[in-house]
């Protein structure tokens, strides 16, 4: 039977994982890489670090499925969304990335939302937001502050494009990439030419990738280099893939009107499926064709969550045990014991979409510990989901489940906390790690196995568990949402001014 790889390029690390035909993991491995961090909200990634990880993950997964290189016919790949990467004619990186959660460009994506173009129209019918992570306000930025890269760069890209070119040879763009985070146009018009003109950088278009592939398109084969380093056949189909929390959507078998996906990592991302566009503001857009043809998808999403609880490790010096804090945080009663968190800690996506938003602790004591601020923190983050979901209601968008996948999964704790504050009940596939089994879905629909995703879909995705509300909990909840609502108003004004704030 032939096989199927899944490359999930997260923010912390890279995930292969080796799939077979009815969506069974077979063999997984996982490869780190660093993030480095300044002041300003800043962070950036090396480009060849993901490579680095990709052979090192994906001969480690054929290990551990003990199978022999040349099953795998097909794989697809998924990484971090606005990940933005320059490169020279030979498609190596002229400077460090700048990751999807870097928040340099917050200046930039004011003047960008201030022109009023025509791209707009998916955000909000033009009213906002736009986002500091998104490719154009970071495009701008280099133009303005390292204008020798962005004359010098052939292409201007993401993580998905830099890979996909080192398997394959190929210059491509991801459809979902590009109709969500750089304005591109399923159909007409195509490239945002009047606003990259109206801001002064004409010149991007022309280092954009030409060719732009729908996930599941087949793109080509693997070079024999790239064969080489991943330990696969040239034969090896590369089928497009996309951002990382949509191709989650496809592995959660998030796919029909009305289905609700949350996708969980170091960020949450809410999107609903719809048959119809609902351009609002507080809500990042809707986007045809970005993953099944001829659907919408609607989009919320919070900065930081996971990367919250990742700081939490790194302040006790990464030595926290998850099972023991998951397990003295849900002997807490809901509240934490007065304790009260915003996770703003990179800024908002979603209702305010604020760059400059930052996180918060209030009401501590000397008596809360750590699983008063692990609890507080997965509280805050249920908050914030409640909020996106509370704006998709006022959209006109109703779901009456959350189709979960991600890290939040493995934390009963957290899967509870969710259900409490939205009041819904929390669905986790089989296989929680969606995005990995997109890309299997993906890869087998691009391979010839599958006619459509949702025919594999079908066979693919096996249901899982279902958490359900606590009626108890849902009423102290309320109290505690309208608190959490209050708390970013009231720090609104208290930020320190931006000439204390280093860029």
Not at 155 to 182: H, K, P
Not at 466 to 492: C, D, H, Q, S
Request: aromatic content about 6%.
């Amino acid at each position: 039977m032939a096989l199927l790889l899944g490359i999930d390029g997260g923010t912390e690390s890279l995930r292969a994982r080796v799939f077979d035909l009815m969506g069974h993991c077979l063999g997984n491995a996982t490869a780190p890489y660093d993030i480095r961090f300044a002041a300003g909200a800043r962070a950036e990634q090396a480009p060849e670090d993901w490579w680095r990880a990709a052979g090192q993950a994906v001969r480690a997964a054929i290990a551990d499925a003990g199978i022999g290189a040349d099953r795998i016919n097909a794989m697809s790949i998924d990484t971090t969304c606005c990940t933005v990467v320059a490169l020279d004619g030979e498609g190596r990186a002229l400077r460090p990335a700048i990751l999807w959660m870097d928040m340099r460009a917050g200046v930039e994506a004011a003047e960008v939302l201030a022109s009023g173009d025509q791209a707009l129209a998916v955000n909000g019918a033009g009213q906002g937001p736009v986002s500091a992570e998104w490719m154009i306000p970071k495009a701008l930025w280099l133009a303005r502050h390292e204008r020798r890269v962005f004359e010098t760069a052939a292409t201007i890209c993401e993580y998905q494009d830099f890979m996909t070119r080192r398997l394959t040879g190929r210059r491509t763009a991801s459809l979902n990439n590009a109709a969500v985070r750089w304005h591109y146009g399923a159909g007409e018009p195509g490239w945002p030419t009047s606003l990259l003109r109206a801001l002064g950088i004409e010149a991007l278009a022309e280092k954009w990738p030409a060719d732009v592939l729908a996930p599941g398109t087949v793109i080509g084969t693997l070079t024999r280099e790239a064969a080489e380093h991943l330990g696969l056949s040239p034969a090896a189909r590369v089928v497009q893939g996309g951002a990382d929390a949509f191709i989650g959507m496809i592995g959660l078998g998030v796919a029909r009107p009305g289905q609700l996906a949350m996708i969980t990592g170091s960020s949450h991302l809410q999107f609903g499926v719809s048959e119809r566009p609902s351009h609002v503001s507080g809500l990042w857009g809707t986007y045809k064709d970005a993953v099944y043809p001829g659907r919408y998808i609607l989009e919320g999403g919070q900065t930081s969550t996971g990367s919250v609880v990742s700081w939490l490790r790194r302040l006790a010096g990464g030595t926290l045990d998850f099972a023991a804090l998951n397990e003295a945080a849900a002997a807490l009663p809901s509240g934490a014991e007065g304790l009260l968190a915003l996770e703003h800690f990179q800024g908002n996506r979603t209702p305010h979409t604020d760059s400059l938003a930052r996180g918060a602790f209030t009401g501590l004591s000397l008596h809360h510990g750590l699983p008063h601020l692990f609890r507080a923190t997965l509280e805050a983050i249920g908050c914030g989901t409640r909020a996106i979901i509370d704006r998709m209601r006022d959209a006109g968008f109703g779901a009456d489940e959350i189709v979960v996948g991600g890290g939040a999964a493995n934390s009963p704790l957290w899967l509870q906390i969710h259900a409490d504050t939205a009041n819904l009940p929390v669905v986790v596939p089989d296989v929680s790690e969606a995005p990995s089994l997109g890309c299997a879905i993906l890869a087998a629909v691009g391979a010839g196995h599958f006619t459509a995703i949702d025919e594999a879909i079908a066979v693919m995705v096996r249901p899982g568990r279902r958490i359900e509300p606590i009626t108890a909990n849902v009423a102290r909840y309320e109290e505690i949402f309208a608190r959490y609502g209050a708390l970013y108003a009231a720090l609104k004004p208290l930020r320190a001014p931006m000439e204390d704030v280093p860029a």
